[in-house]
């Protein structure tokens, strides 16, 4: 669309262009490609202070700032050329349809509703152990067999809604202008099992809060939560949380690093929880790199995590790392796999047991995620996962293997 438009627009006035004005605009058309858009606003507002009627600098000082998220300036520029007699009618018409592209893209309120439905099978239900004896000191210790390793089926849902708000003006930030936006977001899931039921989950989440984006440079939001549990037939527990985080683009556009903290005060409802009443803490950095061909990308992150609760045996420290791969198999099907190892130290002894609790977790997930395209689903996407849980404790109690394997449907409205 933007392309096309400026290619027609090159003929207009064209005795003006000279070859430092060409040499000028051949580096602020490098700079934008690079995605440089600060630099390449400023040079394109330059080459327009010495030769304003350049309607073609002005059209891609358009393309610029509507990359950079600036619709005001956009539709101001566009409209220019668009009132100028001299723009030729056929220019015209492609600058009218980008004008309708920026109209579309800078409407303030943007609603998204979204909902996904699917079956999980589950080998371990409740994370318990395969058998229900273990040695402590001065004896053993026989656990009940509900608390062994259970297996069931089960269904979800998850529906929710967005809400994203896009101030009209951007913001300074450095060389650059950052568009400001306010993301609010509400959602349901429920896990209901067929036979565990006093494993059966609902979670109430509602979280809203400020992000900036300087288009191909970086982006940061803070987001506030809160997170209602229920467990079984009885409310579980009450999540607070701030979630800041800022994501940086390098300049080939392939990679973005992430730094991201979150802050998590946790208030659980039944007796038997209210040791673990605290706050968790996690902070890291992740990095997203997309490989040539761009049908490939990975993932890979480190995040260390504390957990301060109300009795020690539920505070521990630990950390966790992640790698994980998406192939682009064909335009509608993208196939993944994600593998992480997550330890953890616990920083109170475990009653029956005398000492305190140390973990090593692994857990290995493939799935494949198709794009309907034809049909009575058209516009819904199907994805089927697979994930293997392997935790190790110094403790054998808490030893457990699960597999897990689930199908949904999905669609974003």
């Known amino acids: 669309m933007a392309s096309s438009t400026i290619a027609l627009a090159a ?12 040499f000028a605009f051949e580096l602020a058309m490098q700079d934008r490609d690079d995605g440089n858009l600060g630099a390449a606003i400023e040079a394109f507002k330059s080459v327009l202070q010495t030769h304003p009627n350049l309607n073609r600098v002005r059209l891609e000082l358009a393309v610029a700032y509507y990359q950079a998220l600036d619709f005001l300036r956009a539709r101001e520029e566009a409209e220019a050329v668009l009132h100028d007699p001299a723009t030729p009618e056929e220019v015209k018409a492609r600058v009218q349809a980008f004008l309708d592209q920026v109209e579309t893209a800078s409407r303030p309120h943007k609603f998204t509703p979204y909902i996904s439905i699917g079956t999980l099978y589950d080998s371990n239900v409740n994370a318990g152990p395969d058998n229900g004896t273990f040695p402590i000191p001065g004896g053993t210790i026989t656990l009940i067999p509900e608390a062994t390793e259970r297996r069931d089926g089960a269904l979800n849902l998850n529906v929710g809604i967005t809400h994203r708000y896009l101030f ?25 099992h067929f036979e565990e039921n006093d494993r059966n989950l609902d979670i109430a989440t509602l979280s809203t809060g400020p992000s900036w984006i300087v288009a191909r440079r970086w982006r940061a939001r803070a987001n506030l939560g809160i997170n209602h549990l229920r467990l079984g037939s009885s409310r579980y527990a009450v999540y607070y949380s701030l979630n800041p985080a800022v994501t940086w683009s390098l ?16 208030d659980y409802f039944r007796s038997a929880e209210q040791g673990r009443d605290g ?14 061909g761009e049908k490939l ?9 504390n957990m301060s ?4 045996r539920f505070s521990y420290d630990g950390g966790e790392f992640v790698f994980g791969v998406n192939w682009l198999a064909s335009e509608n099907t993208t196939l993944y796999g994600r593998v992480a190892r997550r330890w953890t130290d616990y920083d109170g002894a475990e009653p029956a047991f005398a000492r305190a609790r140390e973990d090593e977790q692994d857990r290995i997930s493939v799935g494949v995620t198709h794009s309907l395209s034809q049909g009575p689903l058209a516009g819904w996407m199907v994805r089927g996962t697979v994930t293997h849980t392997d935790n190790r404790s110094n403790l054998g109690v808490y030893d457990f ?10 669609r974003t409205f």
């Open 251 to 266: 300049r080939n556009q392939r990679t973005e690093l992430t730094a991201d903290l979150l802050v998590q005060k946790q």
């Open 297 to 305: 990308s990975t993932h890979v992150a480190l995040r260390g995590f």
């Open 11 to 22: 003929e207009s006035h064209p005795a003006e262009s000279t070859p430092d004005t060409r």
């Open 401 to 410: 293997a699960r597999d897990q394997v689930g199908i949904t449907l999905e």
């Open 279 to 292: 706050t968790y803490t996690l902070a890291g950095f992740a990095a997203d790199h997309l490989l040539r």
């Open 309 to 312: 609760a109300d009795a020690e």
């Open 168 to 192: 009209p003006e951007t913001v300074a930030a450095g060389r650059d202008r950052a568009a400001l936006l306010w993301l609010s977001q509400a959602s349901l899931y429920t896990l209901q």
